[in-house]
């Protein structure tokens, strides 16, 4: 029989030095995976972690107002001073922001304002009136710095999410408002006190901070300072003017809202009891559409229909309680709350309509700081009118009439354009 013909496998030879740099090299990359995965992670609770001290500082004042101002014997007008500071403080030091950043680092300046944030919150029951006005001034500017960069720090950590990260920001943001409304009753009751009650809150702002930094330490996204186009103003821009109309109109309407319409249903027949329960569903009802609307929208080239789908609602709410508040006030604050949740998408096109994170904070800037002289106005017109005419006709009408300019500006600001 013929020999068998073994044919053997070709002899490869091993290089001790390459394979050994290819192993390195893998196990480099799978170290900096893990890393980013941490750092990323870290991140996103320190973005979390900060929307949530965005609001209680203001709304955990409102259940307890007229405990405070008894307490310290200060007027009516005291009060309506300590209500209007956290506006104007949004709209007078949230433009320095960028400029601040630029100098200092977003890092360093978002952690500068959590810790003026929780200053704030325990310099303010510490004496008379007037303490308490200054301290809701100094922790107001802590929040007016965090509320115009965060954008910033969405645009820029997370380009490819903007619309889920937007989201969860503003959820986040809108459930700390929830708490401060929800908690301060039961904290005035546990702490036998209003003082300590107030002054709690400096503890998330804290934590805040703390897990800021070790964020800012572990990540390599950006953080630092703003690009250098900062010598360009939007003022000029008219896009810019769009969403900063948008944006101060649809905050208007909620201010309007959280001030005035518990007296609206109380007026209609509603108890206060269950009042207070319509405006807790009110808040509650933003924290979904926040989670799943502006990462929906965020992957369209055109937030407009979004924007204006979410306007109709709020209209339709709007009309009921113009024309039969008592009938159905369960429909309309469900109805006025999926309009009031188009403040995600105010925000998630703030980020969408500037190319780069200079821009961005100059938009957000211009948006927050104007837009919130817009709203201040709000309250105080609804007021007038209702003292002039004696009913909540004209008042209402004129509050439909802003939300239909703000459907057609954040219609505008919704089409895929940069300022």
């Given at each position: 029989?013929?020999?068998e013909?073994?044919m053997?496998p ?5 290089r ?24 990323d992670g ?6 979390v972690?900060?929307?949530l ?5 203001i709304?955990?004042i409102?259940?307890l107002?007229?405990?405070?101002r ?20 949004f ?5 320095a922001?960028?400029t601040?950043a ?10 500068a ?29 802590g ?6 960069l965060m954008p910033?720090?969405?645009k ?7 619309g889920?990260?937007?989201g ?7 459930f ?6 929800a ?6 009751v546990a ?15 804290v ?6 930094l070790?964020?800012?330490k ?10 250098a186009d ?6 000029a821009?008219?896009l ?28 209609a ?19 979904p559409?926040?989670?799943l ?6 992957r ?6 979004w924007?204006?789908g ?11 309680l ?7 006030p ?10 009031m ?7 998630t096109?703030?980020?969408?309509r ?7 904070a ?13 709203a ?8 007038l ?5 004696g009913?909540?006709t004209?008042p ?6 802003v939300?239909?300019v703000q459907?057609?500006a ?9 300022v």
């Amino acid at each position: 029989m013929p020999a068998e013909n073994h044919m053997s496998p070709p002899t490869t030879t091993r290089r001790p030095g390459r394979e050994t740099a290819l192993e390195t090299a893998l196990e480099t990359g799978l170290r900096n995976s893990r890393t980013g995965r941490v750092a990323d992670g870290l991140l996103m609770v320190a973005v979390v972690l900060t929307a949530l001290n965005l609001r209680p500082a203001i709304t955990s004042i409102g259940p307890l107002l007229d405990e405070v101002r008894g307490s310290l014997g200060a007027s009516e007008t005291w009060a309506g001073l300590l209500t209007t500071i956290p506006v104007l403080c949004f709209a007078v030091a949230g433009p320095a922001a960028p400029t601040l950043a630029r100098r200092a680092g977003m890092t360093t300046t978002i952690g500068a304002a959590l810790a003026v944030l929780a200053c704030g919150l325990v310099v303010r029951p510490l004496d008379g009136s007037l303490m308490v006005l200054a301290g809701t001034l100094i922790a107001a500017v802590g929040i007016a710095f965090i509320a115009v960069l965060m954008p910033v720090v969405v645009k820029g950590s997370y380009p490819n999410r903007i619309g889920l990260m937007t989201g969860i920001y503003t959820a986040a943001l809108q459930f700390g408002s929830v708490l401060g409304f929800a908690l301060a009753p039961p904290l005035n009751v546990a702490f036998g006190a209003w003082r300590p009650a107030l002054a709690v809150w400096a503890v998330l702002a804290v934590l805040a901070l703390l897990v800021w930094l070790g964020a800012a330490k572990k990540s390599n996204v950006t953080l630092a300072a703003t690009p250098a186009d900062a010598d360009r103003s939007l003022l000029a821009s008219p896009l810019a003017w769009i969403v900063t109309v948008f944006f101060g109109l649809q905050a208007l309407i909620a201010f309007v809202v959280i001030g005035w319409l518990p007296q609206v249903l109380m007026d209609a027949g509603v108890s206060r009891g269950d009042a207070g329960l319509l405006m807790a569903l009110l808040s509650l009802i933003a924290l979904p559409i926040s989670l799943l609307v502006p990462p929906l929208a965020g992957r369209q080239n055109s937030q407009a229909g979004w924007i204006v789908g979410l306007g109709v609602c709020g209209l339709a709410g709007l009309t009921g309680l113009l024309l039969a508040p008592g009938a159905a006030p369960l429909l309309w604050v469900v109805l006025l709350g999926l309009g009031m949740s188009v403040f995600s998408l105010a925000l998630t096109t703030i980020a969408l309509r500037a190319r780069t994170s200079g821009d961005t904070a100059k938009l957000s800037g211009m948006a927050q700081g104007f837009g919130y002289l817009i709203a201040a106005a709000g309250p105080f017109l609804f007021g007038l009118l209702r003292d002039m005419t004696g009913n909540w006709t004209v008042p209402f009408l004129m509050l439909i009439g802003v939300l239909l300019v703000q459907i057609g500006a954040g219609a505008l600001a919704g089409r895929p354009r940069y300022v």
